[in-house]
């Protein structure tokens, strides 16, 4: 019997981006045919991407981490009803991984099709200033193999077919994984600092006078303004009082 996700770990503080455990949006579980040949498919497709991805010198971008994180998914998953949520406390025991070790893995998973998930929460009932409203559960995993790299694809049906076995993906639905503070704020700096270059780049293709090219290049700084225009009269001064000398040929 599969245990519930509200009798596994839980956390009183929760995560961004999650979903109540009764929300529509959070039934993803969906039935998985041929269940332990899927399985088997599965990891022998898992380790020979592994081995075409490699680069000399490197080390497996997918390794044994990766295979040992999918294996205990896959034997907590309830083939019938699809149903996956171990809690990481859980997959660090079986595994005897350190939690980073598990989030890396899974993180890698996730980037090559090999595994999604979401993040939900479940109501507490608690009374007001009793507890928080909510409480974070388990995440619900599921095989959402229309992400999966298209070699990885081919090469997972062909084997469910060598075992005698026609299969069809199940239609999973797709949600965007949380990003991290980190990783949201790099991505939000990398976007203004390309706004920002766009916004000056036309502005200097329109720019038509020394005091707009600089109003331009230094937006909102008079005093850079003003001592960028000062530059560029210096430098027009020396030019006029020191004109460049004549290369040309003269003939005699």
Same mark, same amino acid.
């Given at each position: 019997?599969?245990?519930?996700?509200?009798?596994?770990?839980?956390?009183?503080?929760?995560?961004?981006?999650?979903?109540?455990?009764?929300?529509?949006?959070?039934?993803?579980?969906?039935?998985?045919?041929?269940?332990?040949?899927?399985?088997?498919?599965?990891?022998?497709?898992?380790?020979?991407?592994?081995?075409?991805?490699?680069?000399?010198?490197?080390?497996?971008?997918?390794?044994?981490?990766?295979?040992?994180?999918?294996?205990?998914?896959?034997?907590?998953?309830?083939?019938?009803?699809?149903?996956?949520?171990?809690?990481?406390?859980?997959?660090?025991?079986?595994?005897?991984?350190?939690?980073?070790?598990?989030?890396?893995?899974?993180?890698?998973?996730?980037?090559?099709?090999?595994?999604?998930?979401?993040?939900?929460?479940?109501?507490?009932?608690?009374?007001?200033?009793?507890?928080?409203?909510?409480?974070?559960?388990?995440?619900?995993?599921?095989?959402?193999? &229309? +992400?999966? @790299?298209?070699?990885?694809?081919?090469? *997972?049906?062909?084997?469910?077919?060598?075992?005698? $076995? /026609?299969?069809?993906?199940?239609?999973?639905?797709?949600?965007?994984?949380?990003?991290?503070?980190?990783?949201?704020?790099?991505?939000?700096?990398?976007?203004?600092?390309?706004?920002?270059?766009?916004?000056?780049?036309?502005?200097?293709?329109? &720019? +038509?006078? @020394?005091?707009?090219?600089?109003?331009? *290049?230094?937006?909102?700084?008079?005093?850079?303004? $003003? /001592?960028?225009?000062?530059?560029?009269?210096?430098?027009?001064?020396?030019?006029?009082?020191?004109?460049?000398?004549?290369?040309?040929?003269?003939?005699?």
């Amino acid at each position: 019997m599969t245990a519930h996700a509200l009798d596994l770990h839980s956390r009183a503080k929760t995560r961004r981006d999650c979903f109540d455990i009764d929300d529509p949006r959070a039934q993803v579980f969906r039935r998985i045919e041929h269940g332990i040949y899927f399985k088997e498919a599965l990891l022998e497709t898992l380790d020979e991407w592994a081995d075409w991805s490699k680069q000399k010198g490197k080390q497996h971008l997918l390794g044994q981490n990766c295979r040992k994180v999918l294996d205990y998914l896959l034997r907590c998953c309830d083939f019938e009803t699809g149903i996956c949520e171990p809690s990481i406390d859980t997959l660090m025991k079986k595994t005897h991984f350190a939690r980073a070790t598990i989030v890396r893995a899974l993180h890698l998973l996730w980037e090559k099709g090999f595994v999604n998930w979401i993040r939900r929460t479940a109501r507490t009932n608690n009374a007001p200033d009793e507890g928080p409203p909510v409480v974070q559960v388990s995440n619900a995993y599921f095989f959402d193999l &229309a +992400r999966m @790299p298209a070699r990885c694809m081919k090469r *997972l049906k062909e084997k469910l077919r060598r075992k005698g $076995r /026609a299969f069809t993906p199940p239609q999973s639905p797709s949600f965007p994984r949380y990003e991290g503070l980190q990783k949201r704020r790099s991505k939000a700096i990398r976007d203004k600092v390309a706004y920002d270059r766009a916004v000056k780049r036309n502005a200097l293709q329109r &720019a +038509r006078t @020394p005091e707009e090219t600089v109003a331009a *290049l230094y937006p909102g700084d008079e005093a850079a303004q $003003r /001592a960028h225009l000062a530059m560029l009269e210096s430098a027009s001064s020396e030019a006029s009082l020191n004109p460049p000398p004549d290369r040309r040929i003269h003939k005699e």
